[in-house]
């Protein structure tokens, strides 16, 4: 069964340093999202992408968050610098095309736990 | 913008037997979805059911089914005959149509399923 990948699945960093997250959606989904979910709290959307444009990042902390998946596949999640509230799992989930059958419906990965000491 | 509330933070329930989880949701949008997700512990979060706005009828997923009342802007989960592999987080969640398929998540609802 196609899965969503995710990288690292763990990481411990220390404040101020920089941070990158890496997501392989399945093949063929044009829909990519970004979740950050604080423990033992729903996940909350950072980033959406259709192919390689943003569809919506109201809720990426810009200052010192960036997204990019600039050949419409794969897609990077960074964070410089950390700062200790970042401590929280990361998700990424894929969906087909919109207005595809299967459209609504994501598939989520295993999540990259990161740690910020 | 959209809200999803769970009022209930935690929930046990005795294996075989029935539970509701509760969930409303704010939103003027016509068309969209509701789904409930699982996430077992340590594990990545699993679609169980959703629920297409248009449709009147509730919908059933084997033991999981939804109560879907649109005019009180509620979906709730009942789960039948419990078991134990059902003890997890399970997270409500509203998917708006109208502004490229956004998932937006209530604060979940823990779980227990007791022997």
């Known amino acids: 069964e196609a899965e969503v990948a995710q990288s690292p699945r763990y990481k411990i960093t220390e404040k101020s340093q920089a941070v990158a997250f890496w997501c392989d959606p399945i093949?063929?989904?044009?829909?990519l999202y970004w979740y950050r979910q604080i423990l033992g709290q729903g996940p909350e959307l950072l980033v959406q992408f259709q192919d390689e444009s943003v569809v919506d990042d109201s809720q990426l902390p810009k200052d010192r968050f960036s997204a990019e998946r600039l050949k419409g596949v794969d897609s990077t999640l960074k964070i410089q610098p950390a700062e200790l509230g970042d401590s929280a799992m990361y998700l990424c989930?894929?969906?087909?095309?919109?207005?595809?059958?299967?459209?609504?419906?994501?598939?989520f990965g295993a999540g990259s736990r990161l740690t910020v000491l | 913008a959209q809200t999803v509330t769970q009022s209930q933070p935690e929930m046990s329930v005795q294996e075989a037997e029935t539970v509701t989880l509760s969930c409303t949701y704010d939103?003027?949008?016509?068309?969209?979805?509701l789904f409930w997700y699982k996430q077992p512990p340590s594990r990545q979060m699993i679609l169980v059911i959703r629920q297409e706005a248009y449709k009147q009828q509730n919908a059933t997923e084997n033991r999981f089914s939804v109560n879907f009342q649109k005019a009180a802007k509620s979906f709730s989960l009942k789960i039948s005959d419990s078991q134990l592999g059902d003890t997890a987080m399970y997270f409500c969640?509203?998917?708006?149509?109208?502004?490229?398929?956004?998932?937006?998540f209530g604060g979940g609802t823990r779980l227990m399923v007791k022997p």
């Open positions: 989930a894929s969906s087909t095309r919109q207005g595809l059958v299967g459209a609504n419906v994501l598939t």
């Open positions: 969640a509203f998917m708006n149509v109208n502004a490229g398929n956004m998932l937006t």
């Open positions: 939103t003027s949008e016509n068309n969209y979805y």
């Open positions: 093949s063929g989904h044009a829909t």
